[in-house]
Nanobody, 121 residues
Framework: QAQLVESGGGLVQAGDSLRLSCVAS????????MGWFRQAPGKEREFVAA????????DYAASVKGRFTVSRDNAKNTVYLQMNSLKPEDTAVYFC??????????????WGQGTQVTVSS
């Protein structure tokens, strides 16, 4: 089983940037599609971005397209989410996940514990 650990969250102001990292252990993720999801208080966990196992294909939610960039370094067993031009509505706990190529959280079998991102106005 893959164990995923996110880091890089924090408290920032609107317009700032953050880069989240997700490091995998126990198994290589080089053959796995990876996704980023987020969950705000009182809301459902929602899709943010996904990257194919090779890194050649990416997908973004409309709300973050053009501001967020997902990437991966399979040699380091790590996936990244670069978040620019952050908005208060981006405030949430961010999770990385490994699994099938999908925007549906049910299609991902491995999850990290999440990292908090708070954007003040």
């Amino acid at each position: 089983q893959a164990q995923l650990v996110e880091s890089g969250g924090g408290l920032v102001q609107a317009g700032d940037s953050l880069r989240l990292s997700c490091v995998a252990s126990r198994r290589a993720i080089s053959s796995l599609n990876m996704g980023w999801f987020r969950q705000a208080p009182g809301k459902e966990r929602e899709f943010v971005a996904a990257i194919s196992w090779s890194g050649s294909v990416t997908d973004y939610a409309a709300s973050v397209k053009g501001r967020f960039t997902v990437s991966r370094d399979n040699a380091k067993n790590t996936v990244y989410l670069q978040m620019n031009s952050l908005k208060p509505e981006d405030t949430a706990v961010y999770f990385c996940a490994a699994g099938s190529w999908s925007r549906l959280k049910e299609r991902y079998g491995y999850w990290g514990q999440g990292t908090q991102v708070t954007v003040s106005s």
